[in-house]
Nanobody, 123 residues
Framework: QVQLVESGGGLVQAGGSLTLSCVASGSIFSLDVMGWYRQAPGKGLEWVATIVTDGSVTYYADSVKGRFTISRDNFKNTMYLQMISLKSEDTARYYC????????????????WGQGTQVTVSS
């Protein structure tokens, strides 16, 4: 059973920056496609970014493109989300997710979530 633990959230002023981390255990991290999601107060879950197994390809929601950078360190079983130029609308609980596993020939869509870390951007 994979475990995902996020950290790095906090309170920041608009225009500031934060870097979130997600440490994974219980899976072969280098085979996992990973992503970040967020949920703002009173709103639904929003996909933020995805990174493939070796980090060579990344995808971003339009709302964060150019401001957020997703990355990973497979030696540390850790994924990151660097956030700059933060806006009040980025205020949300951010969740790390294992979106599935690619072993080179087969895709396993077994989604797993962390508990989340709160990011609050004050204007």
């Amino acid at each position: 059973q994979v475990q995902l633990v996020e950290s790095g959230g906090g309170l920041v002023q608009a225009g500031g920056s934060l870097t979130l981390s997600c440490v994974a255990s219980g899976s072969i991290f280098s085979l996992d496609v990973m992503g970040w999601y967020r949920q703002a107060p009173g709103k639904g879950l929003e996909w933020v970014a995805t990174i493939v197994t070796d980090g060579s390809v990344t995808y971003y929601a339009d709302s964060v493109k150019g401001r957020f950078t997703i990355s990973r360190d497979n030696f540390k079983n850790t994924m990151y989300l660097q956030m700059i130029s933060l806006k009040s609308e980025d205020t949300a609980r951010y969740y790390c997710a294992k979106e599935g596993r690619w072993d080179g020939s087969t895709w396993y869509g077994d989604f797993s979530w962390g508990q989340g870390t709160q990011v609050t951007v004050s204007s």
